[in-house]
């Protein structure tokens, strides 16, 4: 059973930076892919990105891409989101899944989730 563990999360200026963590225990396989997403009051849950445990590959949205980036540290089993730049419109709780074999930015293909991280971005 994959456990996930978020961290990091906070209250941040607009063009600040945060990184959060998750922490992942369980996993028995190279073959899982990360996911970051991210839900804010009412609104659906957000597809951030990916990345590939195995190879380190990445995926973004293009909401993110070029202000977010995911790496993971396999020694130390857990995966991050740093996030740069921040605007209000990032203010959300962000969660970290896993899925086993191919990226996806679907979140109803995810099997495993932590329980989230508050991300608060002040104008």
């Known amino acids: 059973q994959v456990q996930l563990v978020e961290s990091g999360g906070g209250l941040v200026q607009a063009g600040g930076s945060l990184r959060l963590s998750c922490a992942v225990s369980g996993r028995t396989s190279n073959n899982y892919v990360m996911g970051w997403f991210r839900q804010a009051p009412g609104k659906e849950r957000e597809f951030i990105g990916t990345?590939?445990?195995?190879?380190?590959?990445?995926y973004y949205a293009d909401s993110v891409k070029g202000r977010f980036t995911i790496s993971r540290d396999n020694a130390k089993n857990t995966v991050y989101l740093q996030m740069n730049s921040l605007k209000p419109e990032d203010t959300a709780v962000y969660i970290c899944?896993?899925?086993?074999?191919?990226?996806?930015?679907?979140?109803?293909?995810?099997?495993?989730w932590g329980q989230g991280t508050q991300v608060t971005v002040s104008s």
């Open positions: 990345i590939s445990w195995s190879i380190g590959t990445t």
């Open positions: 899944a896993a899925k086993l074999g191919y990226y996806s930015g679907n979140y109803k293909l995810y099997d495993y």
